[in-house]
């Protein structure tokens, strides 16, 4: 399984992705759902992905040859996110289609995507594209997006994340995030790959893999672990569990 998120504030964009591929009990590896693509000055793109691997590993390769022989539509050529989250989702249709048709096995090959990024002065953005081609965009009101395992994961984004959040601290918010859902989903594995994106730098930005015996990212599980167990202390307390007070002599 999977689990990506991306979150847009003020400040910049937050890519978070595990690395852990499941295709069975006995066929777990570790691949990056984490490809970036960067011409500093100009534009910057981060491609997280979800679902079959041939699909998404065909996706990014096409990506790559696209640029590589200046085709008429390629991620340095198209002007805004809009387009680029377009291009990506026809790719990816265009990719399920023939893996389809050259499958006797009923395999399923939907991939889904999460593209953000900058291009120019364009305001940073972030798209989903599901495996139809089709895309939404985050919107200030729900300024996250996840794909893969998101249930484990949601409630401390619904919570937390808002446009006015610093980057560090909705970076902070997305490894909790996934720490949540790695406890509690054995198919979501590290490494853990965080990528930190300030508007307009135009620049890859700060990038971490993080392992479980990582000590920044086994302190963060461990101090969220215990302001969890602090805030149920401080829960108001059942009516009955307060004895009265013994009248005044």
């Known amino acids: 399984m999977t689990y990506c998120l ?6 910049g964009l937050i890519f978070c992705s595990d690395s852990r591929t499941n295709a069975g009990t006995d066929n777990v590896s570790i691949y990056s759902k984490m490809h970036t693509f960067c011409w500093p000055g100009d534009r910057f793109f981060c491609l997280l992905s979800a679902g079959n ?18 085709a008429a539509i390629h991620l340095l050529n198209l002007p805004s996110m809009a387009e680029a989250a377009d291009y990506v ?20 090959f939907e991939a889904t995507f999460i593209l953000g990024g900058q291009i120019a002065a ?45 980057l560090e601290a909705a970076a902070r918010c997305a490894l909790v995030s996934m720490n949540s859902t790695m406890r509690s989903n054995v198919t979501v594995g590290p490494p853990v790959e965080l990528l ?14 993080l392992t479980e015996e990582d000590r920044f990212y086994r302190t963060l599980g461990e101090r969220w672990s215990q302001g969890l167990l602090r805030a149920l202390d401080d829960l108001p307390p059942f009516s009955w569990e307060n004895p009265p007070l013994a009248p005044p002599a």
């Open 6 to 11: 991306t979150a847009h504030v003020t400040g």
């Open 53 to 70: 691997l041939a699909t998404t590993q065909g996706v990014v390769k096409r990506l790559q040859q696209d640029m590589d022989q200046n």
């Open 89 to 108: 989702g026809l790719i990816n249709a265009e990719i399920q289609r023939n893996q389809v048709s050259r499958d006797t096995a009923n395999t399923n």
């Open 122 to 166: 364009e305001i940073p953005a972030t798209y989903m594209i599901y495996p139809q081609g089709n895309y939404i965009h985050e919107s200030a009101d729900h300024p996250f997006l996840q794909i893969g395992e998101i249930k484990y994961g949601k409630p401390i984004l619904d919570r937390v994340i808002s446009p006015e959040l610093s």
């Open 196 to 209: 930190i994106y300030e508007t307009n730098s135009l620049q890859m930005g700060r990038y971490l893999s």
